[in-house]
């Protein structure tokens, strides 16, 4: 009988059900070991997004610190001491671009822009490595940490906008 039904089985030109299961695993298999080195997902943010995530963290910071102080922005010169503590031990790495190597200080304050400035005014931008509490203009905004090309800006609306390098004469500092 075990003949019989081995001669009716290869005769019959169909497939069983666990020859196709077999099948379709297989090529499941298949597909799933010769994609896989390119099926990696990576969480981690490139620095130039990184960067504006910094920047508007320090934007709803020194926003609070408005709220809390009579509507009035922190003093230039000592802005980063004044917004510092709404971040608590995260505020060093803030205040760093992800993009450039060295741990340092890497934003600066416009202390032109005021609460009731138009709100394309820059509030925050981009220096070169530098001390905390910076305060400058156009002077000391550097596209130097995105390969010469960008930089992060900003905005007294509490916008981060990526600038090229020749759109920077066209901000507004006051």
Same mark, same amino acid.
Request: hydrophobic content about 35%.
């Given at each position: 009988?075990?003949?019989?039904?081995?001669?009716?089985?290869?005769?019959?030109?169909?497939?069983?059900?666990?020859?196709?299961?077999?099948?379709?695993?297989?090529?499941?298999? /298949? !597909?799933?070991w010769?994609?896989?080195p +390119? @099926?990696?997902?990576?969480?981690?943010? $490139?620095?130039?997004?990184?960067?504006?995530?910094?920047?508007?963290?320090?934007?709803?910071?020194?926003?609070?610190?408005?709220?809390?102080?009579?509507?009035?922005?922190?003093?230039?010169?000592?802005?980063?001491?004044?917004?510092?503590?709404?971040?608590?031990?995260?505020?060093?790495?803030?205040?760093?671009?992800? /993009? !450039?190597?060295?741990?340092?200080?890497? +934003? @600066?304050?416009?202390?032109?822009?005021? $609460?009731?400035?138009?709100?394309?005014?820059?509030?925050?931008?981009?220096?070169?490595?530098?001390?905390?509490?910076l305060?400058?203009?156009?002077?000391?905004?550097?596209?130097?940490?995105?390969?010469?090309?960008?930089?992060?800006?900003?905005?007294?609306?509490?916008?981060?906008?990526?600038?090229?390098?020749?759109?920077?004469?066209?901000?507004?500092?006051?």
């Amino acid at each position: 009988m075990n003949e019989e039904y081995r001669n009716k089985r290869f005769n019959n030109k169909g497939l069983t059900i666990y020859e196709v299961m077999i099948i379709v695993f297989a090529i499941f298999f /298949a !597909v799933y070991w010769l994609t896989r080195p +390119y @099926a990696q997902i990576s969480y981690e943010q $490139p620095p130039l997004t990184m960067c504006q995530s910094n920047m508007k963290c320090f934007g709803l910071a020194i926003q609070m610190y408005a709220d809390e102080n009579s509507g009035s922005y922190p003093l230039p010169e000592k802005w980063y001491d004044l917004v510092s503590p709404y971040f608590g031990n995260e505020a060093d790495e803030l205040n760093h671009c992800p /993009a !450039v190597k060295e741990y340092k200080y890497h +934003y @600066a304050m416009n202390p032109n822009c005021k $609460p009731n400035s138009p709100p394309d005014t820059v509030l925050l931008f981009e220096t070169q490595n530098t001390g905390w509490d910076l305060s400058g203009g156009p002077e000391l905004l550097t596209t130097e940490n995105h390969k010469e090309k960008v930089c992060n800006v900003l905005f007294n609306d509490g916008s981060v906008v990526t600038v090229k390098k020749e759109e920077i004469p066209n901000l507004k500092w006051e």
